[in-house]
């Protein structure tokens, strides 16, 4: 049986677990070493700004994890924070195995947990750096030895429909996500269709219904039972999809999305309606023959993690 170890940040509902769960479904000896999930303190910050000096210890420990490593056929590292060139030729001369990066930001990203902590030194030094964009791959391929595109997909085990408690929501908009300044601008302009937000770090808005983040079943009954599910692009997926994308049509929700070219073929394509602008948003919010949740998709499948590590596979030469 093939092994695969995956280091990566060990969240449920975050890449590194869907990951392994496409490899558990394939069969594989799947093993998942936590790394990178760091509470953000100032310490941290500086280190991920400066890698060289305030970094040095975290360094020092990517080492040490490296070489607790056991033989395997692959290591998969999920963005890979404080990781060097040097830490990934110990990773492989430790393991004998293909040491392959997949992360799900952009590592030119202005965002200092995208492009800090040294990440962008890295990159030369894996065998196979995964991105989920042909936008990002075509700026890695000036450095990677080799880059390939895999999209996010469909975590099968997480994200399913699930009815829950509030039949409110019946009637609601929702967003799930925490703040950042562009959402706050959406969601003040549809602010009269009061909407239900769950996430962290969002101020008081005038209409709106913010409560806590929602994960595992209140994540799967908050998407599935809404009226609407809003899905927002960030910056640097605006022209591609998110994991939102496909966790939201797992659960079973009605998904309205902004607009892009992988939105079109993925969403549009199948009768979710996309916006562009808030004029857009708020005419489909007021449109009354918006259709219930269709559930869960039959054509998602495809698109599940499982689809998605026998990419990765062929990518890599077919371990």
């Known amino acids: 049986m093939s092994k695969v170890v995956i280091i990566g940040d060990n969240v449920r509902g975050g890449l590194a677990q869907a990951i392994r769960a496409g490899f558990l479904d394939l069969g594989w000896r799947a093993e998942l070493v936590p790394w990178g999930g760091w509470q953000v303190t100032s310490k941290l910050r500086l280190a991920y700004r400066r890698p060289r000096l305030a970094g040095r210890q975290l360094s020092a420990q990517s080492v040490d994890l490296a070489n607790s490593l056991e033989p395997c056929d692959m290591v998969l590292v999920v963005k890979g924070p404080f990781f060097t060139d040097w830490t990934v030729e110990i990773i492989r001369r430790t393991t004998g195995a293909a040491v392959v990066c997949w992360n799900p930001d952009s590592p030119y990203d202005d965002a200092i947990s995208n492009c800090g902590a040294g990440i962008p030194s890295a990159i030369q030094a894996y065998d196979l750096y995964v991105t989920w964009t042909d ?76 409560r806590r983040p929602a994960y595992g079943g209140i994540f799967r009954a908050a998407a599935g039972t809404a009226r ?84 990765l596979l062929s990518a890599l030469g077919g371990i």
């Open 135 to 210: 936008e990002v791959a075509r700026l890695l391929a000036r450095t990677a030895r080799r880059v390939s595109v895999v999209p996010f997909g469909w975590d099968r085990h997480l994200f399913y429909p699930e009815r829950g408690q509030d039949s409110e929501l019946d009637s609601r908009v929702v967003f799930i996500g925490s703040w950042t300044k562009e959402r706050a601008v959406w969601l003040r302009g549809i602010a009269h269709h009061h909407p239900v937000v769950f996430g962290d770090r969002w101020p008081p808005i005038d209409g709106v219904d913010i």
């Open 228 to 311: 609407v599910a809003l899905n927002f692009l960030r910056p640097q997926n605006r022209n591609s999809h998110n994991m939102r994308t496909f966790e939201l049509l797992g659960c079973g929700a009605y998904q309205v999305a902004e607009r892009s070219k992988d939105h079109e073929l993925l969403l549009e394509a199948h009768g979710y309606p996309l916006f562009s602008n808030l004029e857009e948003l708020d005419a489909l919010l007021a449109d009354p023959t918006l259709p219930s949740s269709p559930g869960t998709p039959t054509w998602l499948e495809k698109h599940d993690y499982l689809s998605r590590v026998r990419t």
